[in-house]
């Protein structure tokens, strides 16, 4: 299967549907196209949250970012990321097995982290899910630098629900534009996409 990036004439080969099943390829060149509006240097370090088959981690690279790392905590994910970098011929690109509640000290001082579903999955967790969230906030905190920016992609929290998640540590920057839908006489975002700044 083939995916472009409309950004950058990009060719994405051979890749699983999941992660454009889940959010669609419209959300990730929406984060892309933020980074490249707001001129996010081509040399900041980026980390992909729950990065799965790693299709965001090369989109990236293709369009010039240079130091990114993805980190998943299947190894099943992982290893499959690292056949479709290869493919790519993409030898840059950074891939760890990491539990995000539970990280490595290493990881830090990202300029830019992106999540788009792992912090939906944690917040499903029947085992003290406040807990994990929680958790969530505090490895966050731990890995981005200060003033550094989290997008956040949620089909699960709303706007005003992440504002809350979100409020110790980090600052509202920016809403994205998601598509909208109709139901009932209402209508509303199918997904939220927002943008923090660590404070």
């Not at 003033?147 to 540590?169: D, Q, R, V």
């Not at 509202?172 to 839908?181: I, S, V």
């Amino acid at each position: 299967m083939e995916y472009s990036c409309n950004l950058c004439s990009v060719s994405l080969c051979c890749l699983t549907d999941s992660v454009f099943n889940r959010f669609g390829e419209e959300s990730m060149n929406r984060l892309v196209r933020w980074m490249q509006k707001h001129k996010i240097p081509l040399d900041a370090s980026v980390l992909d949250i729950g990065t799965g088959n790693g299709v965001l981690l090369v989109e990236l690279a293709k369009c010039g970012f240079s130091d990114v790392t993805g980190i998943d905590y299947s190894p099943s994910a992982i290893q499959l990321s690292g056949r479709i970098i290869e493919k790519e011929g993409l030898s840059d690109i950074k891939l760890k097995v990491e539990d995000f509640l539970n990280l490595s000290p290493e990881l830090s001082g990202f300029h830019i982290c992106i999540d788009k579903g792992t912090f939906d999955a944690i917040s499903l967790n029947p085992d003290n899910a406040a807990e994990k969230r929680k958790q969530y906030v505090e490895s966050l905190s731990r890995v981005l630098a200060v003033k550094g920016y989290f997008l956040i992609t949620s089909c699960n929290w709303t706007k005003e629900e992440l504002l809350n998640e979100f409020s110790a540590g980090f600052e509202f920057f920016e809403e994205l534009p998601t598509p909208r839908f109709s139901f009932g006489g209402r209508s509303g975002n199918s997904v939220a996409a927002l943008v923090f700044q660590k404070t």
